[in-house]
C-alpha cells in the first residue's frame, strides 16, 4: 500500500510517500494550498505541475492532507475535489492543519499544540480528539505572533519611520520598497498574507536587537494569551508549536512562554516527519 502524507501551510506543503509500515517512498515539495484562497483547479494544475507526484499519481492508495484553511466540511472538499482529480485511485481525506501539527507532536499526554508560522492558531488533543477553544482570524484580524502578524509590524514602522535606523537602513538597501509599492501588495495583490510573512527572515538576521526582542515578546505573549489561556488546565500540560516562526525564534518563545507559567514540550520546524509516525501507530493499523 502506498500512502501519500501532506502538511500544507499558507506557503509551501511537504509531501511524504510511505508504505503502511512508514518505510519512506519518496518526498516532494509543492506550494501550500488554501481554499480560503485557491480553487480545486488551482491545485489539479500545481499538482500535475510536479513530475515527483505525477510519477506516483496511479499508484497511490490513501492520500492525507492537512492544511491551513481547510477547517470546515465545505471548504475541505475543494482541496480533496483538486486532490482526486490527480490521484483517481486513492482514498482522500482532507483535514486542518491543526489535526497534523496535533498528531505530528501527540507524545501519549494530553497537550495544547500551538501552529506559528505564515499564521497562527491552536487546539488541545487528548489522544481523540482535537479540539480548538477559539477561531483563527487570519491575518487581518487574528494571526497573533505569526508571520504576517510580524511582517504587518514591520512594515508598519518602516513606513512610519519608527525602526531604529540600522535596522531601516538594511532594510531599505535589501528591498527597495516604498509605500506605493508595499499598500499596492498588500490591498490589491494575492497572497497578502505570505508576502508579510516572507519578512521574518529578514527580522531573524536582527532578532538580537532588543527592538525585534521587544515585537517578539509581546507577538508571542499576545499569541499565548489568546490561543493558550483559553485552554482550561493549560499550564499543567506541555504546549507544542510547530511552524518556521516557533522554529526560529524559540528562544524568545520560550522566554514569552515561561513569563507566562507554560511548559514547553516540543518545537518542530515542519510535522511532516511525526505525521508519518502517527499515521503508521495510530491510524493505518486500524484502518
Not at 489522544?127 to 477553544?133: F, H, P, T
Not at 510580524?150 to 514602522?157: C, D, M, P, T
Not at 507544542?240 to 513569563?259: R, T
Not at 511532516?272 to 499515521?279: E, K, N, P, T, V
Amino acid at each position: 500500500m502506498k500512502i501519500l502524507i501532506a502538511d500544507s501551510g499558507s506557503t509551501k506543503c511537504d509531501w511524504l510517500a510511505i508504505t503502511e509500515h512508514g518505510q519512506e517512498l519518496g518526498e516532494f515539495h509543492t506550494m501550500g494550498f488554501n481554499p480560503y484562497f485557491h480553487d480545486a483547479d488551482l491545485v489539479e494544475r500545481e499538482m500535475r505541475n510536479n513530475s515527483q507526484a505525477m510519477a506516483m499519481a496511479d499508484s497511490v492508495d490513501r492520500v492525507y492532507f492537512y492544511g491551513a484553511g481547510s477547517s470546515s466540511p465545505e471548504l475541505c472538499a475543494v482541496i480533496a475535489e483538486g486532490l482526486r482529480r490527480v490521484f483517481p485511485g486513492a482514498l482522500v481525506h482532507v483535514g486542518h492543519d491543526l489535526d497534523g501539527a496535533a498528531y505530528s507532536t501527540y507524545t501519549g499526554e494530553p497537550a495544547v499544540t500551538c501552529i506559528l508560522g505564515t499564521g497562527s492558531n491552536s487546539c488541545m488533543f487528548d489522544g481523540e480528539v482535537v479540539r480548538e477553544e477559539v477561531p483563527a482570524l487570519a491575518y487581518i484580524l487574528g494571526d497573533e505572533g505569526s508571520g504576517s502578524w510580524f511582517g504587518k509590524k514591520l512594515l508598519a514602522s518602516f513606513l512610519y519611520h519608527k525602526l531604529p535606523q540600522a535596522i531601516h537602513d538594511d532594510f531599505a538597501e535589501q528591498y527597495g520598497l516604498d509605500k506605493l509599492s508595499i499598500t499596492k501588495r498588500v490591498y490589491q495583490e494575492p497572497n497578502a498574507n505570505v508576502f508579510l510573512a516572507s519578512f521574518m527572515t529578514f527580522l531573524g538576521r536582527h532578532k538580537t536587537d532588543p527592538f525585534v526582542l521587544e515585537w517578539l515578546d509581546e507577538g508571542f505573549k499576545a499569541f499565548l494569551d489568546v490561543h493558550v489561556a483559553c485552554f482550561e488546565g493549560a499550564q499543567d500540560m506541555p504546549v507544542h508549536f510547530v511552524g518556521s516562526v516557533a522554529y526560529h525564534f524559540q528562544e524568545a518563545l520560550k522566554k514569552a512562554c515561561a513569563d507566562r507559567g507554560y511548559r514547553v514540550g516540543n518545537i518542530i520546524k515542519k510535522p511532516i516527519d511525526g505525521l508519518a509516525q502517527y499515521h503508521v501507530q495510530f491510524i493505518l493499523q486500524t484502518t
